[in-house]
């Protein structure tokens, strides 16, 4: 990874680009660093510049961190979830933007009461209907919280989505939209127990069409702390 001085250096950058891409319209989001592949020695310098929440995508890789990252970061999980891994992440995160189905919800909001805790979750969209990566088709997200509103370890907190990777910017920022309407739709539909604050959307590639289009949240590995894959 990056020294410090390079990653203070990005850091400016993004978070004046998430600044004037918001502009006017909406407040800048909140940036999660995605350290998915660093090790936690690496994670730690990202404390003095001001970060203190992280994504990650793996349980395993969490369990394995966990100890290393010194209870400095509140940590975000991101990617796809199995339903049998939540126990072992269940008091570590804060929040899970992954829910997309009914059975990990159940799972969830069982291990939070064994946990004695109420889970923060967001809803995965997948606004462009490539369900195979996490997501449910835009349509099914109020049916599916009429029925999860009823599960009391769980707390909806708003949603998330990534998009696909395309080059095509029109195309994105459409998609992007769509997901801002969807959000406020939602918000304004006000279903009990429910609250829709929060819009996890953006990455490298994508994260200034993400705050032009009101993201609240911005999940951002690569343009921060380069390039590294797993072994
Ligand atoms: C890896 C990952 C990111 C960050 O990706 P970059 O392109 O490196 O910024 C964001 N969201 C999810 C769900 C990811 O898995």
């Known amino acids: 990874m990056a020294d410090t001085e390079l990653l203070a250096r990005r ?5 004046e680009e998430l600044q004037s891409a918001s502009g006017g319209r909406y407040p800048a989001p909140k940036l999660i660093a995605v350290t998915k592949t660093h090790p936690a020695e690496e994670i730690l310098p990202l404390h003095g510049l001001g970060i203190s929440e992280i994504g990650e995508n793996r349980v395993q890789e969490i369990m394995e961190k966990r100890a290393g990252l010194e209870r400095k970061f509140q940590i975000h999980l991101i990617g796809r979830l199995q339903s049998n891994k939540v126990k072992y992440i269940i ?3 804060c929040l899970i933007h992954s829910l997309d189905r009914l059975s990990l919800a ?3 909001d069982r291990q939070a009461h064994r946990a004695g805790r109420i889970m923060p979750v967001l809803v995965q969209v997948s606004p462009a ?5 996490g997501g449910m088709p835009p ?3 109020i049916p599916f919280l009429e029925k999860v509103r009823e599960m009391d370890g769980l707390s909806v907190r708003g949603l998330m989505a990534v998009m ?10 459409g998609l992007f939209a769509d997901m801002r ?5 939602v918000r304004d539909t006000a279903l009990d127990g429910i609250s829709m604050e929060e819009l996890s959307m953006g990455m490298s590639g994508d994260y200034k069409l993400a705050a032009k289009n009101g993201a609240t949240m911005v999940r951002i590995g690569s343009a ?8």
């Open 11 to 15: 850091l400016q950058c993004i978070r």
């Open 91 to 93: 008091e570590d995160v």
């Open 106 to 108: 159940a799972e969830i």
């Open 129 to 133: 209907g490539e369900e195979q990566k």
């Open 139 to 141: 349509e099914e997200v």
């Open 164 to 173: 696909p990777l395309s080059q095509d910017e029109a195309y994105l920022n």
């Open 181 to 185: 309407s969807l959000f406020e739709r």
């Open 224 to 231: 921060l702390l380069g390039q590294r894959n797993y072994r």
